[in-house]
């Protein structure tokens, strides 16, 4: 993207400026000129709520290619950079982390139920979706 400028005349780079402390990253809310030589597609996938699994395992596989420079198209660091630990399992993108509720529901036996039992679990289990929902949002 970058190199667009220079091939395209009526192209401009832009960027948001941002402030870097460790492997934190704070956007500024600030557009300046110019193009960038660092991703910081790591940090915005961390702001973005994706599980902490993913966000090490993404950060493993950066260093990883950083070191081979495999792909020809990473610039190393200037600074030395220890990996990040192994993650203890990986997880794909959108793979759901276990559900109290949801266990519950696949454990329970429908055809033992009389009408009313099932519509009252149902009311039961909706209702702690529910509370798990907005105590989700508070943290």
């Known amino acids: 993207m970058n190199d667009l400028e220079e091939s395209l005349p009526r192209a401009k780079n832009y960027r948001i400026a941002v402030k870097e402390e460790g492997d934190r990253v704070i956007f500024l809310r600030k557009i300046v000129p110019g193009g960038t030589d660092r991703s910081y597609g790591i940090q915005v996938a961390r702001l973005a709520g994706l599980p902490q699994e993913v966000v090490e395992r993404a950060k493993q596989v950066l260093w990883s290619l950083e070191q081979s420079n495999s792909v020809g198209m990473l610039p190393r660091r200037t600074a030395p950079v220890k990996p990040p630990p192994a993650p203890t399992a990986q997880l794909t993108l959108f793979e759901a982390l276990p559900n109290p509720l ?14 009313l039992d099932a519509l009252n679990k149902l009311a039961e289990l909706q209702a702690r979706a529910r509370a798990q929902e907005k105590q989700d949002k508070k943290d």
């Open 102 to 115: 949801v266990d519950e529901l696949k454990a329970l036996d429908i055809e033992s139920l009389s009408p």
